[in-house]
Structure formats: C-alpha cells, structure tokens
C-alpha cells in the first residue's frame, strides 16, 4: 500500500495515518496541501490519504470539505480521532521576549490564539502550510518569522529548535478528527457503529428547501453528527451542504433517507459510510429498526398482492423489505 498524507513528517495527520494498520510499515508519502494528496489518490499514485477534516473547537477543515466534494469521486474508508496539543519552538538563543512573528497552520493558530495573545501580545500570524513545515522553516536561512506552533513530537525530533512553552492550546481536551480516502472499491463492512458522510447541493433557494433536506433523516430517525453549509463557488447564495449521519448505507433508515435526498437533489454525492473512531453505536428507536422497515414494506406489499394492481408492482415491493431497502 502507498499512503499520502498532510505532510511533512511528524504532523498530526501522519500521527493519524499511523493508527491504520499496517501503515507504519507501508510507503508513506507527505503532500503539502489537502488538494494535492487527493489528487494523488485520484490519479493513482497513491492508494489512500488521510486528511483532517473536522476539529472540535474549530469545526470543519474547509480546504478537505471543499476538494472531497467535487473532482473525481472519491470514498471514505475510515476515520482517526488524534487529541491535540502544541507547544512554542524557536531556534535556540531566541527568547520568548524577542518573539515578534509566529508561523503554524490556520486551525493551530486559531486554538492557540488567547495564549498568544496573553504571553507575546502583538504577535503577527504568518500562515503556513502544516504545523510542521512552519517548524521546519526555522531551520531554513532567513526564515520570515521568529518562532512556530507545533506538535511536540517535531520539537522532540530536531535538535535544532528549543521548546519555549509546552501546551499552549487554549482547549486541554482538543481532538482533530481525520479521514482515509481512497478510490471507489470496496464499500467498508456494517460494524453497528457506522457513519455516512453526503454532499448534497441545494436544489433551489426557496423556503422549506434545507428542511425538506433535513427530513428525510429525521423522519426516519437517523440522528446527524455534522452538518455545514460550504459556498460552491458558482455564485453569491449557492450552498451545498456536507453531511455526517449515524449509521450505514446498508442500514434501511439510511438506504431509505438518501434515496429520498437523491429524489430532492439528485446531485447528491455519496462519500461512504466507515466504522467510527469512538466505536459508540447509535441509538435507533424501535419503529426505524431494519425489522421495522422489512416489515412495513411487506405489509404494503400484501396490499398491492391482494388488490388488482399490476403484479410486478407486487414483487417489487416485496423486494424492498430487505435490510438494504
């Protein structure tokens, strides 16, 4: 196997990657950007990447939520949670004192933001790619900035920064959430405790049309994790929106709400259903079990088979009542 990953080396997406089995020991490839690791699943030279995708103080990862949901089709295989903590490195001889830029990743710098504020007021953000490269620019001739946020594992790995603050994170108990995307193959096996990841743009701007959308999972009791509008780019006021929802596709509520949702928007994207990190099943009421929904479509089938309907009709109801219905 060749994975890519949210590079360089020592990023908390490779410290995700490496929760997968057998990745440790597989070829590992860093991409300096979300766009560019997906790009190499699609194209082939590369078998599955990992990207983050949601954080717990900041919310979605736009640059993944963004790229995963157009382009080439791609599935989500599995999902990594990896708890969060940083610490502030400089060249060694630097002191916090002398600190006047500081360089990490966006989502780092945002849950890092009152520490700064509170020990190197006045600070200038300079954005960089990962959290890593922004350490490992430190080590290069004239870098722009003073000082970087990072993960302690890239501080602990080069002799050549200096630890200044250890923890710096403004929420103790952050934890990124990260995907292993790859080509559409095998779909990932029900476990019981699953999730299903769509896309689905808003068909029209009217009233009622997101809760037309929101009804097709509440209706059939399937509880949603997530759920973010992102601007499609095609003009002020076009929104698709990026969906997690409890459950698998193989479970008859959820076969049953996205087809419902490709009935509303029938360019719905479907991004895979994959076992959860936290292994915590949901919880489904009695009447969206899949017996529930077996037996409801066998009822309506014995209606059309005992009444003068077409009998093709009848069988295809009967059809129905099956877990994936």
Known sequence: MIYTFLGPEGTFTEAALLQVPGAAQAIRIPSSNVNSALDKVREGSADAAMVPIENSVEGGVTATLDAIASGQELRIIREALVPISFVLVARPGVNIGQIRRVSTHGHAWAQCRFWVDAHIPGAEYIPGSSTAAAAMGLLE??????????APIVAAEQPGLRVLAENIGDNPGAVTRFILVSRPGVLPARTGADKTTVVVPLPEDRPGALMEILDQFATRGVNLSRIESRPTGQYLGH??????????????????????????????????????????????????????????????????????????????MAQNASPTA
């Open 239 to 316: 929104y698709f929106f990026s969906i997690d929802a409890d459950g698998h596709v193989a479970d008859a509520r959820v076969a049953d709400a996205l087809a419902g949702l490709h009935r509303i928007s029938p360019a719905t994207r479907f991004l895979g259903s994959y076992g959860r990190a936290d292994e915590q099943s949901p919880v489904v009421a009695p009447h969206t079990s899949d017996e529930a929904f077996r037996a409801a479509h066998a009822w309506v089938g014995e209606i059309l088979a005992g009444e003068n309907v077409d009998a093709s009709m009848a069988r295809n």
């Open 141 to 150: 001739e004239g870098a722009p900035y003073d000082a970087a946020i990072c």
